[in-house]
């Protein structure tokens, strides 16, 4: 049936109307290989398109003999020198284009494209530049930078090659994501000087990222809609839906998000496929939208939540018939909720291409990877291509201090059997960088194509998405995604949750099915690192005893620094700590000094140690010190430090603060 005025004015439409159906570039009379990359781009209904007839790879920093120098130091940040203070990035052979660029650190030194043997570069700008949205066509919302990386996928097209030069000092991180064509694929060189056409295709872009979630006024394309209440209990499996004859799902969307928020995830999502006997989807519900560590987190373009609406786009083409389903796994005699949704599933009796698309299939895996392997987020065989990936890890190192030092590890892309793309860290894989870094990878931040799901230090977790339109990276035999747990080797115990979603002709083949041990919530740590952004400071003593608090660096360490002109300080603090309320063991990490004479730990008027002499003729470092045990409670513990100084001054230099729980 054709939708009517009502259902256009529903806030479900602004995601469907611009993202879904955005077909008209295909009727562009004089269509390059940037209004094709373009198209892709803007139109998601072309992603169970295959893509054969090209290969994808990646040029990157990463440390080639397997430690973590990724481009902290520049000396795998280049392929070779032409010249002083001239790296060569990259010498791409065509035809070919650059479909992504990303770094988290740009700079202002030059670089330059050469393109087909040029002597004169046809890009010849400020790398940081390349993604500040000052020179067209290097324009937002294709570039841009947020949590903690700088990204481009504004297309760069060329028909024999492209070397890519850096002038000057400071190259470090980064990756170039390049599709290559090896059919005789007409491709017109990269110019700065655009057509109209290419304008316009470059607009339509910018109106699907930027404005996606917008009224619109009408839709050419006739759609049908199923609307169901859904009502299911503990222990129960329903059908949501049977579509038969053929045709594709270019919607579907469920009202009451909240009711998913919580530590399990224990709904569980299904689809099938014509005659596939295994499932297509088979994910916990609260996954497929993107939950983190119990809620809502993620807001792409492609799926997503929005306030109570969860909502996915991505296209799901079928032969014969599509049966999706719920079921809602019983956790013994434990007290779960009835739960109830507004089911709304859009879809068209367009049958698949069989020869020309895939059909949509999800690998959604949970693991804790023994030492010295990385973690697998997909391995398929047949034909297809990968399109997105969803990632929840969390460490549960018991050996070291809990931080998440185990995101330095690196992703691998293995392409019919050839290791085509080799990543520099973690976060990097989903565009960002730098994590624990104020306004970089700290907390959780959506955009249209990727995003940080969550981030928090004291409970040593963390979350990504990243989603794949034209640079979707296709295989023809095999496929494998792994990504390492820690900066060197595997070396890190952590607990992964994950969901590869791939277009192909092959069912899913490792993937694993949910189960209560698998959506079982991720336990907090029993070892806290508690950093110094961490700390509320409540009170600075007494009027007549003023304290002052800065950071600095002592022997490379940043501390809090309490500094009094008197001979003693008192300081109240809060620590901030999202854990189970209990007692926990407190260690502490300080510098003793000479204006330094005792300490004593209270929770108000309780103490928690005895007085300690943290007095030295030279500054010394003390690590982990036990102190004695604190009691947390609705997430929140007040410790009060107490000091005595010598000779009319005292100071403290407090460098962490670690918790275990009794």
């Known amino acids: 049936m054709k939708l009517d005025t009502r259902i256009l004015k529903s806030r479900i439409y602004y995601f469907f109307v611009f993202i879904v159906l955005t077909t008209g570039l295909s009727a562009q009379k ?46 795998y940040s280049f392929i070779r020198k ?17 479909q992504r660029i990303w770094t988290p650190t740009p700079t202002a030194n030059i670089i330059e494209f050469y393109f087909d043997g040029e002597k004169t570069p046809r890009i010849s700008m400020k790398f940081e530049d390349l993604f500040s949205s000052k020179v067209f066509p290097f324009k937002a919302p294709l570039v841009g930078n947020e949590v903690g990386g700088y990204y481009s996928y504004v297309p760069i097209p060329y028909k024999k090659s492209c070397k890519i030069v850096y002038v000057g000092d400071g190259l470090k991180f980064h990756q170039i994501q390049y599709r290559t064509y090896h059919d005789k694929k007409k491709i017109s060189t990269f110019s700065m000087a655009w057509t109209e056409e290419e304008k316009k295709a470059f607009k339509r872009v910018s109106n699907v990222w930027a404005n996606s979630k917008k009224h619109v006024s009408n839709l050419k394309q006739e759609i049908e809609v199923i609307k169901r209440k859904v009502y299911i209990n503990p222990g129960e499996k329903i059908s949501l839906a049977e579509i038969q004859n053929g045709g594709r799902i270019v919607g579907m969307t469920f009202n009451n998000g909240s009711q998913l928020e919580g530590e399990h995830t224990d709904l569980i999502f299904r689809s099938t496929w014509d005659d596939d006997k295994a499932y297509a989807i088979n994910v916990p519900m609260a996954s497929l939208f993107g939950y983190a560590f119990g809620k809502r987190a993620m807001n792409s373009m492609l799926m997503g939540s929005n306030g109570e609406t969860n909502y996915c786009y991505l296209p799901m083409p079928f032969d014969k018939r599509a049966v999706l389903e719920l079921e809602y796994l019983k956790r013994g005699k434990e007290f779960q909720p009835s739960l109830s949704f507004q089911m709304t599933l859009y879809y068209t009796k367009e049958k698949r291409k069989s020869r020309k698309e895939g059909k949509l299939y999800t690998v959604w895996n949970r693991e804790i990877p023994k030492k010295g392997r990385p973690y697998n987020i997909i391995k398929q065989q047949g034909k297809g291509h990968h399109v997105g990936t969803i990632l929840l890890c969390q460490s549960i190192e018991k050996e070291t201090s809990f931080t998440t030092g ?45 995003g940080c799901l969550d981030y928090s230090i004291p409970l040593a977790r963390t979350g990504g998405y990243r989603f794949y339109l ?5 295989f023809s035999e095999d496929y494998e995604l792994t990504i390492e747990h820690g900066p060197e080797n595997n070396q890190w115990q952590v607990d992964y949750a994950s969901i590869a979603f791939y277009y192909g002709d092959t069912p899913v083949l490792n993937a694993i099915n949910p189960s209560l041990e698998t959506t079982k919530g991720f336990d907090a740590p029993e070892k806290l690192e508690v950093y110094l952004n961490f700390f509320n400071i409540q009170s600075l003593g007494f009027p007549y005893a003023p304290v002052s608090v800065n950071y600095k660096k002592i022997k490379e360490k940043e501390v809090f620094l309490f500094h009094s002109e008197e001979d003693w300080i008192s300081v109240k603090t809060s620590l901030n700590l999202p854990v189970s309320d209990g007692t926990y063991k407190l260690y502490m990490s300080y510098f003793k000094s000479s204006n330094s004479n005792q300490l004593r730990l209270f929770q108000r008027q309780r103490p928690i140690s005895e007085w300690v002499d943290v007095s030295s003729d030279k500054t010394e470092f003390i690590e982990q010190q036990f102190m004695g045990n604190i009691k947390v409670a609705n997430g929140e513990a007040f410790l009060t430090f107490k000091t005595k100084g010598k000779s009319g001054k005292c100071d403290f230099a407090l460098y962490r603060i670690y918790l275990i729980k009794n």
């Open 406 to 450: 185990f995101f330095e590890g690196d992703d691998v892309t293995i392409i019919d059997g050839d290791m085509r793309m080799h990543g520099t860290g973690s976060e990097d894989y989903f565009n960002g960088g730098w994590y624990g870094v104020a306004d970089r990878w700290d907390d959780g931040f959506s955009l249209p194509l990727h």
């Open 470 to 474: 034209g640079d979707k990276v296709n």
């Open 30 to 75: 004089k269509e390059t290989i940037v209004i094709e990359e373009l198209q892709h781009l803007s139109d998601i209904s072309l992603l169970p398109m295959y893509r054969q007839n090209s290969k994808v790879a990646m040029v990157s920093s990463y440390d080639t003999s397997g430690g973590n120098d990724d481009g902290f130091s520049g000396k």
């Open 82 to 98: 032409e010249g002083e203070n001239r790296f060569v990035m990259a010498d791409l052979k065509g035809p070919g284009v650059i």
